[in-house]
């Protein structure tokens, strides 16, 4: 990554910025103390990496407009989010549905 894009990108932020990575944080205390978010996946962790995967896609978009970013981005938020327990939830949900 080149110095100038990083200063130039550095200089564009505003104080919507930390607030929107606090949300972020926010939402994913919200996930771990509901016992979604993986094991061993900090709150901050995950909201650092969110925007960082979200980012990257969306610069590959503007060089391929054929590119889908969202199935990708789907599979990233799996990748952070305990699935077995939503499973099991969404089982028991089914279950009692019926």
């Given at each position: 990554m080149s110095a100038p894009w990083v200063r130039q990108q550095r200089a564009g932020r505003t104080p919507g910025h930390q607030r929107g990575r606090?949300?972020?944080a926010d939402g994913f205390l919200d996930e771990a103390a509901r016992g979604r978010l993986r094991e061993g996946v900090s709150p901050e962790s995950a909201a650092a990496l969110f925007p960082a995967v979200?980012?990257?896609l969306q610069l590959q978009w503007v060089?391929?407009?054929d590119l889908d970013i969202?199935?990708?981005l789907n599979d990233f938020?799996?990748?952070?989010?305990?699935?077995s327990d939503r499973d099991d939830r969404d089982d028991r949900e089914d279950r009692e549905d019926q």
């Amino acid at each position: 990554m080149s110095a100038p894009w990083v200063r130039q990108q550095r200089a564009g932020r505003t104080p919507g910025h930390q607030r929107g990575r606090t949300q972020f944080a926010d939402g994913f205390l919200d996930e771990a103390a509901r016992g979604r978010l993986r094991e061993g996946v900090s709150p901050e962790s995950a909201a650092a990496l969110f925007p960082a995967v979200l980012n990257g896609l969306q610069l590959q978009w503007v060089l391929d407009q054929d590119l889908d970013i969202i199935g990708p981005l789907n599979d990233f938020v799996r990748l952070l989010l305990d699935q077995s327990d939503r499973d099991d939830r969404d089982d028991r949900e089914d279950r009692e549905d019926q």
